[in-house]
């Protein structure tokens, strides 16, 4: 059967996923710890988006096209955390340097226009219960 690591257990999907966001595009990489060594990388550039599976010491390019960016109304208006319903939770300290963390809860309940169980999004491991979020001590820079 072999050895079972966190987030392998039968019956469950857990994501990870680990964002990174620079002026000149943004980077994620995904992984599924219940699918051992299936890594998938996501770059943004601009409005062009590239998906890679990362394996073997290879990036395989799954699919890639232009994308739109964002707009203020992506964001509900929001112009900044609090308004768009992120919580403060700590500050923490690496390389001397002072980090706020924040944290969002995903999508939860019913979808009030739909009746759709929005809970199930992240029940179906499709989205993250929680999201958390590494600004600079300014909350200027991720």
Do not use: C
Request: glycine letters at 8%.
């Amino acid at each position: 059967m072999g050895l079972t690591l966190p987030g392998m257990k039968d019956g469950y999907l857990l994501t990870r996923e680990h964002v990174i966001s620079t002026t000149g595009g943004q980077a994620a990489v995904k992984a599924h710890p219940s699918y051992p060594y299936q890594y998938l990388m996501t770059t943004s550039k601009a409005h062009f988006v590239t998906v890679e599976m990362l394996y073997n010491h290879k990036a395989l390019t799954v699919a890639s096209d232009y994308s739109p960016g964002p707009s203020l109304d992506d964001f509900g208006g929001a112009t900044n955390l609090f308004e768009a319903g992120w919580q403060w939770k700590t500050v923490t300290v690496e390389n001397n340097v002072l980090y706020n963390i924040w944290t969002k809860r995903s999508f939860d309940g019913i979808h009030p226009d739909t009746g759709a169980n929005m809970s199930s999004m992240y029940i179906a491991g499709i989205a993250p219960d929680t999201w958390t979020l590494t600004m600079d001590r300014d909350n200027e820079i991720p």
